[in-house]
T-cell receptor
Framework: TQLLEQSPQFLSIQEGENLTVYCNSSSVFSSLQWYRQEPGEGPVLLVTVVTGGEVKKLKRLTFQFGDARKDSSLHITAAQPGDTGLYLC????????????FGTGTRLQVTL | NAGVTQTPKFRILKIGQSMTLQCAQD?????MYWYRQDPGMGLKLIYYSVGAGITDKGEVPNGYNVSRSTTEDFPLRLELAAPSQTSVYFC?????????????FGPGTRLTVL
């Protein structure tokens, strides 16, 4: 069974601070996705990383895929209240009909 | 396009009752999935389908059944509801044509079993 551990579980910060969320596994994934989920809604895809060592930027969000494709990180610069939500990483194992293994989630709260 | 739609949005069941959670997508996606999400946790895969007439078990299939008679619809059946099935259920779909495909999620069905 593939497992993805996220840390931290909870994060409460003030507007303008930087933060990093980690997603770690002992398994190799063909790709890794990051989602944000708001209360009462389904997850929404933020980014997919495919190549080991890949770095992608989405405005103030920077995503990195580990060289061995077992881990990933999400860094947010100058967090804003609109960044509040549940962040989920999800790994896609090779040849598995795009079945995703989701991480345990990181709940972020950004206050003024 | 409506994307992925789910009905009902909320439901309360008594122990032992049955129900079907409906899921439909209008994007002509090949692959569809059912997940459950317990409070404050990630999602766990219940069942998935790679096309009409083809279904397979995910990580937590016990107590559930699915069918895929058309490309658009992927209903999830609970035969004998148990309190352990209290959760939020999400349906998702994907074209199924590569690792860069986006998985689209429905808004979820919140189920409580008492």
């Amino acid at each position: 069974t593939q497992l993805l551990e996220q840390s931290p579980q909870f994060l409460s910060i003030q507007e303008g601070e930087n933060l990093t969320v980690y997603c770690n596994s002992s398994s190799v994934f063909s790709s890794l996705q990051w989602y944000r989920q708001e209360p009462g809604e389904g997850p929404v895809l933020l980014v997919t990383v495919v190549t080991g060592g890949e770095v992608k930027k989405l405005k103030r969000l920077t995503f990195q895929f580990g060289d061995a494709r077992k881990d990933s990180s999400l860094h947010i610069t100058a967090a804003q209240p609109g960044d509040t939500g549940l962040y989920l990483c999800a790994g896609d194992g090779a040849g598995t009909a795009s079945k995703l293994t989701f991480g345990t989630g990181t709940r972020l709260q950004v206050t003024l | 396009n409506a994307g992925v739609t789910q009905t009902p949005k909320f439901r309360i069941l008594k122990i032992g009752q049955s129900m079907t959670l409906q899921c439909a997508q209008d994007m002509n996606h090949n692959y569809m999935y059912w997940y459950r999400q317990d409070p404050g946790m990630g999602l766990k895969l219940i069942y998935y389908s790679v096309g009409a007439g083809i279904t397979d078990k995910g990580e937590v299939p016990n107590g559930y059944n699915v069918s895929r008679s058309t490309t658009e619809d992927f209903p999830l059946r609970l035969e004998l509801a148990a309190p352990s099935q209290t959760s939020v259920y999400f349906c998702a779909s994907i074209r199924g044509q590569g690792v860069s495909d986006t998985q689209y999620f429905g808004p979820g069905t919140r189920l409580t079993v008492l």
